[in-house]
């Protein structure tokens, strides 16, 4: 009798003693598995297995439960577990342990249990020892094909042996049949870089070992080299340059004559030659040199045909000559320029400067913005903001290798020296009104004015005697602090006779100046400071004009103007006054306005001797912190009690 059916016989009738349908169950034999199939079965699995069978129930009702049994053929040991029916298959895990095993399946219904069907399954889940790849000693030629030698696991194998190696190596897998002892896997060309290959052994289950990875390097690219200490233009020393070499596969490790290697060479000389990734040299004497450099990595990639690059040094440590120009130009007394010159580098464009400070003096050199402009520093010296005196000026002049020279004469020897003021002087008059008699100088320099009305100021500008026609004229009115704006400007031109008026708009209290800029030959002026005093304006009226003695409230309301001003966010204090007669004002409440500077009070007359009196109220605005406005107040209302 063949063992493994005999096993299987054994196994149904033992199975059978303890599954339903016997003398303590209803038997259904309409639920009997037909067909009961293991998909691959016949083959090692590492599980789970799916089964799978037929039904003909014949009218019977569907099963509601899938009962199953596992019995290891060798140990016979079993295990049994249960399902809720959905389908006809199962899907099942033997307990532990590889080897042959018989499994049952019998079906439960609310009529009673089904007859047992079996079948085998063949189980391993063991893994197989890895076996070892062989990493390789050197970087490979990256148009030379790469094999790669495995030695085969040292342990036997698991009980369904080995079926093969699987070798993956950038995205591809190669699988190999197993063979006894070591073998080699060719796998091609394979990109240039490190390559991980991984290997594994697969058991006859198909469970993999564990992975072992070996790196496969390809180098197929020359090394990269880098020059340094190269000026960006123009040096004024001597140049020390380093050329190294990186290759991010091979390397570049030192390993004698025939390893790699980094090459320097000047003018055209032999080259300066390291063992490894770096050389140096020294590039000496002024002029221009021609500087190569190249190199070869550990797997023999070179420049092609010698040097890989090339770049010019320039070498200059001779300074520049600086002098001032000869004279001044007379429709430009302020324009200083100093003339930079240099044979070799020529002269920067960049860099350059003209200081100066009073003449004869021990002070220090004070900076002048300069421009440098084709070989010429050029600087507009503001002589205004000068007291008079002659003063003494220096330029400092660079070439483009960064040498310096500084100079304090002009390009005819002598030194450069300016006497202050080299301009006309100018003077600017400022005073309220227009066109009158009288000097504006002699006007008053402060005024009032009614609130929302323009101004009207006016000057003349001269040069000594000599008025001055035709120039701008800046007024600057700058307002109290609670402005919309803090300042304003408007330009006046001078007529012929240097005088110039302009009307200014409306707005809140300020002061008024007048500023005269100066040209290329004319000194700068500023006029006296004005000040304008501009009252707050508040309207005001009454909700009657008589009020009844003990009777309904008046209603005092008024509003304050705000042109050009802006509220605190907790409005603006209000006085509120009454008199009689001609007597003094006094105030009776003080109220806050809203935001938007309105304000109303309800006033009840309960005074029997009011009765008959005519009263004249008013609103108050007092000076209040940012506010722009002076005091000022509302006209009368009159309010006759009755």
Same mark, same amino acid.
């Given at each position: 009798m063949n063992l493994r059916h005999g096993l299987a016989a054994c196994a149904v009738v033992l199975a059978s003693a303890f599954a339903p349908g016997t003398a303590t169950a209803t038997i259904v034999t309409e639920l009997r598995p037909i %067909?009961?199939?293991? +998909?691959? /079965? /016949?083959?090692?699995?590492?599980?789970?297995?799916?089964?799978?069978?037929?039904?003909?129930? &014949?009218?019977?009702?569907q099963p509601r439960t899938i009962h199953y049994r596992t019995i290891h053929q060798s140990t016979g040991s079993s295990a049994t577990g249960s399902w809720t029916w959905g389908a006809n298959e199962l899907s099942l895990s033997v307990p532990a342990?590889? /080897?042959?095993? =018989?499994?049952?399946?019998?079906l439960e219904s609310s009529r009673g249990t089904g007859p047992s069907a079996s079948t085998e399954v063949l189980f391993d889940d063991t893994p197989p020892q890895s076996p070892q790849p062989v990493e390789p000693t050197a970087w490979a030629r990256g148009d030379a094909g790469l094999e790669l030698r495995i030695e085969p696991p040292s342990s036997p194998p698991p009980l369904s042996g080995i079926r093969g190696y699987a070798v993956s190596v950038d995205r591809r897998e190669i699988h190999v049949p197993f063979a006894p002892g070591a073998m080699t896997v060719p796998l091609g060309i394979l990109p240039e870089g490190v390559n991980l290959a991984h290997v594994t052994a697969v058991s006859g289950a198909g469970v993999p070992s564990p992975v072992r990875s070996v790196d496969l390097r390809v180098d197929a690219s020359r090394p990269v080299v880098v020059l340094d200490g190269v000026p960006e233009g123009w040096a004024n020393h001597p140049v020390r340059l380093a050329a190294s070499a990186t290759d991010s596969l091979s390397g570049m490790s030192a390993a004698g004559p025939s390893g790699p290697f980094t090459a320097l060479a000047v003018d055209g000389l032999p080259a300066t030659v390291s063992f490894g990734d770096s050389v140096t040299t020294t590039v000496l004497g002024e002029g221009v040199h021609a500087i190569s450099f190249h190199a070869r990595d550990a797997a023999g990639n070179t420049g092609a045909g010698g040097p890989a690059a090339s770049t010019p040094v320039r070498i200059d440590m001779t300074p520049p000559r600086v002098a001032f120009v000869p004279s001044q130009d007379p429709a430009e007394p302020e324009r200083i320029e100093a003339v930079v010159e240099d044979a070799l580098s020529g002269p920067s464009g960049a860099r350059g400067s003209i200081w100066f400070r009073a003449a004869n003096t021990r002070r220090q050199f004070q900076p002048i913005p300069t421009a440098v402009l084709a070989g010429r520093l050029i600087a507009r010296w503001d002589s205004d903001s000068q007291p008079p005196g002659s003063y003494e000026f220096r330029a400092t002049g660079y070439d483009s290798a960064g040498n310096s020279a500084s100079g304090g004469r002009r390009a005819n020897g002598t030194r450069m020296v300016l006497a202050n003021p080299l301009k006309r002087t100018t003077a600017l008059q400022l005073g309220f009104g227009g066109r009158r008699p009288e000097s504006f100088a002699r006007r008053p320099a402060t005024r009032s004015l009614p609130y929302g009305r323009g101004v009207l100021v006016g000057g003349r500008l001269t040069a000594g005697a000599a008025a001055l026609a035709g120039q701008r004229?800046?007024?600057v009115e700058t307002f109290a602090a609670g402005a919309a704006l803090p300042q304003r400007s408007a330009i006046a031109i001078t007529g012929e006779d240097g005088v110039f008026i302009a009307r200014l708009a409306p707005g809140p209290s300020r002061t008024i100046e007048a500023r005269f800029a100066g040209t290329r030959v004319l000194t700068r002026a500023g006029g006296r400071r004005l000040q304008l005093a501009v009252p707050s304006s508040v309207r005001f009226r009454s909700s009657s004009a008589s009020a009844v003695i003990g009777g309904p409230p008046v209603v005092f309301t008024g509003r304050i103007g705000q042109? %050009?001003?802006?509220?605190?966010? =907790?409005?603006?204090?209000? +006085?509120?006054?009454?008199?009689? /007669?001609?007597?003094?004002?006094?105030?009776?409440? =003080?109220?806050?306005? &809203?935001?938007?500077?309105r304000f109303r009070y309800p006033y009840a007359f309960s005074d029997d001797d009011s009765r008959g009196a005519r009263f004249q109220f008013r609103a108050f605005v007092p000076a209040q912190p940012e506010w722009p406005y002076e005091p000022g107040a509302s006209h009368p209302v009159i309010v006759t009690g009755r």
């Open positions: %067909d009961l199939d293991v +998909e691959n /079965g /016949g083959s090692w699995q590492a599980g789970p297995f799916h089964l799978t069978w037929e039904l003909q129930l &014949n009218g019977s009702p342990g590889p /080897g042959l095993y =018989t499994v049952e399946v019998w004229v800046e007024l042109l %050009d001003a802006t509220l605190p966010p =907790t409005g603006l204090a209000v +006085e509120l006054q009454f008199r009689l /007669g001609g007597s003094d004002w006094n105030e009776f409440r =003080t109220v806050q306005t &809203n935001r938007r500077g």
